[in-house]
């Protein structure tokens, strides 16, 4: 089994910073393309950052030039640094990662519980 657990979010003023990591831990054989997720209250959860193995990212456009996603592959740990926070960045943030486990030896796709980001205006 695979866990995926996301800290660092929490209340921060419009401007403000925050980190998110996000730690996988488990059976873990590899993992393939990680990524951060986020869902506002009656909206769909919608992408924010993605990051592969090799250490090739993609964001969304409202994020580009704020946030950056890193990851530490000796600690199958995911990083989302955010800068310049506005207030339409509050949401649930999840962590995602595709995961090949020593049991199945296939990738398989895991969610983190969500963390709360909340930016005030």
């Known amino acids: 089994q695979v866990q995926l657990v996301e800290s660092g979010g929490g209340l921060v003023q419009a401007g403000g910073s925050l980190r998110l990591s996000c730690a996988a831990s488990?059976?873990?054989?590899?993992?393939?393309?990680m990524g951060w997720y986020r869902q506002a209250p009656g909206k769909q959860r919608e992408l924010v950052a993605t990051?592969?193995?090799?250490?090739?990212?993609n964001y969304a456009d409202s994020v580009k030039g704020r946030f950056t996603i890193s990851r530490d592959n000796d600690k199958n740990t995911l990083y989302l640094q955010m800068i310049s926070l506005k207030p339409e960045d509050t949401a649930v943030y999840y962590c995602?990662?595709?995961?090949?486990?020593?049991?199945?030896?296939?990738?398989?796709?895991?969610w983190g519980q969500g963390t709360q980001v909340t930016v005030s205006s």
């Open positions: 488990g059976s873990i054989f590899s993992i393939n393309v």
């Open positions: 995602n990662a595709e995961v090949k486990t020593w049991r199945t030896m296939r990738y398989n796709n895991y």
């Open positions: 990051i592969t193995s090799g250490g090739s990212t």
